[in-house]
């Protein structure tokens, strides 16, 4: 199992990013997948997480209207359209993947069992 995250990168605020996870070594559309960030000194925060029932999107409040999450089944992806980039977005993100979602425990990351190493994505004020 790999999961590979791309588009990071360095944006002024109020710019746009796009980020990519590609899967690789299983049934992609069977899992669920989630999109973290950490920055320097905090917790891994959840940001936006797709269902692997219904495909249902879902996101943190501090991203809510500013970022829309997809899946590409044909090409194993997920990715996150970011707008109307903070500087406060400025973090590490990766993406996750579990074959169990449970809206309850999708923002925790202890609920995913596969990571990707990480993108950086910095926003400048």
């Known amino acids: 199992v790999q999961l590979v995250e791309s588009g990071g990168g360095l944006v002024q605020a109020g710019g746009s990013l796009r980020l990519s996870c590609a899967a690789s070594?299983?049934?992609?559309?069977?899992?669920?997948i989630g999109w973290f960030r950490q920055a320097p000194g905090k917790e891994r925060e959840g940001v936006s997480y797709i269902s692997n029932t219904d495909s249902s999107p879902y996101y943190s409040d501090s991203v809510k209207g500013r970022f829309t999450i997809s899946s590409d089944n044909a090409k194993d992806t997920v990715d996150l359209q970011m707008n109307s980039l903070k500087p406060e977005d400025t973090a590490v993100y990766y993406c996750?993947?579990?074959?169990?979602?449970?809206?309850?425990?999708?923002?925790?990351?202890?609920?995913?069992?596969?990571w990707g190493q990480g993108t950086q994505v910095t926003v400048s004020s």
């Open positions: 996750a993947a579990n074959l169990v979602f449970d809206l309850r425990t999708a923002a925790q990351a202890k609920a995913y069992a596969y």
């Open positions: 070594g299983f049934t992609f559309d069977d899992y669920a």
